[in-house]
């Protein structure tokens, strides 16, 4: 069932048009259970996913269960050393992770619904996409809403931990009033975050994740992730360039940086002149 899935033609289109960009991974199905590999095991690179060809080859060559891609977008893919340096990545995509039990997966489209609103109030109406996958949902900020001209000024690992940290810090409130047991939603972006592709299995459920239409969100049903007849947004990548910079400045001024020991180090509420300074410096 779940190779004749990526046999599609329509599958294979969505997880490269995800894919593209990004260091990959796969979940493989092995006689000693599942394992995720991150490097190709013949040149030992980093997986990179670019058209669909490769993808179906490495279909043909493992026992593909599921696919993901990094956060990060990088300047070039191919030694090991290239996605271990955070000065390679170029832009990176802030996610807010809904997770919760599945039979309550209506208070989860609500919790989406907060969040995609607030995005919304904040101008944010084109670079949204939304991705049922597993027992929750993914919210996504296009990159590319992300102007070059901020990403100059506050690393991109910077940026979207910041925007996601802030959201939370902003709707948690409502959240915490629909009163589900199980929902949460979590800051996961790290220097080396994955997520699933859309139409890929999930790691363990017999699903598939499907992007939804954010201004549709209403019409959602679990029953749209079933792998046979699957329901799927096609136009989950468009966005508005620069559309989200006034929120990710907001953001950065008041969250600050990533704020883990291998981040760049940078603490926030840095003077305008200061940080641009730096930051010029950096990207040279």
């Excluded at 090991?80 to 832009?91: E, F, G, Q, R, S």
């Excluded at 996958?133 to 590319?144: A, K, P, R, Y």
């Excluded at 020991?261 to 730096?278: A, F, N, Q």
């Amino acid at each position: 069932m779940i190779r004749e899935h990526y046999s599609k033609k329509e599958v294979a289109n969505e997880i490269v048009k995800y894919c593209s960009g990004r260091w990959c991974a796969f979940l493989i199905e092995t006689g000693e259970g599942s394992k995720i590999i991150r490097y190709d095991r013949k040149t030992f690179k980093p997986i990179v996913l670019d058209d669909v060809k490769k993808l179906r080859n490495y279909i043909e060559t493992f026992p593909i269960r599921t696919v993901y891609g990094t956060i990060h977008f990088y300047r070039k893919i191919e030694e090991k050393d290239d996605v271990k340096d955070l000065t390679n990545i170029i832009a990176s995509e802030p996610v807010w992770d809904i997770d919760n039990k599945i039979l309550d997966w209506k208070k989860t489209v609500q919790a989406a619904k907060i969040i995609h609103e607030f995005l919304e109030n904040k101008g944010i109406t084109k670079s949204v996409y939304i991705k049922w996958s597993g027992e929750g949902i993914h919210i996504h900020l296009n990159s590319n809403s992300i102007s070059k001209e901020v990403y100059k000024r506050i690393h991109p690992l910077d940026a979207a931990y910041s925007v996601v940290e802030y959201v939370i810090g902003k709707v948690k409130e409502k959240i915490f009033e629909l009163k589900s047991d199980g929902l949460k939603v979590e800051n996961k972006i790290d220097p080396q975050r994955l997520f699933t592709a859309p139409l890929t299995f999930h790691k363990s459920l017999d699903i598939v994740t499907v992007c939804i239409d954010p201004e549709r969100l209403d019409e959602f049903t679990i029953e749209y992730v079933k792998p046979q007849d699957y329901v799927h947004y096609y136009s989950w990548d468009k966005f508005v360039e620069g559309e989200a910079d006034q929120l990710v400045l907001e953001a950065y001024n008041t969250v600050g940086a990533y704020p883990k020991e291998y981040s760049i180090k940078k603490r926030k509420k840095r003077k305008l002149d200061e940080e641009i300074r730096r930051w010029q410096n950096y990207m040279m």
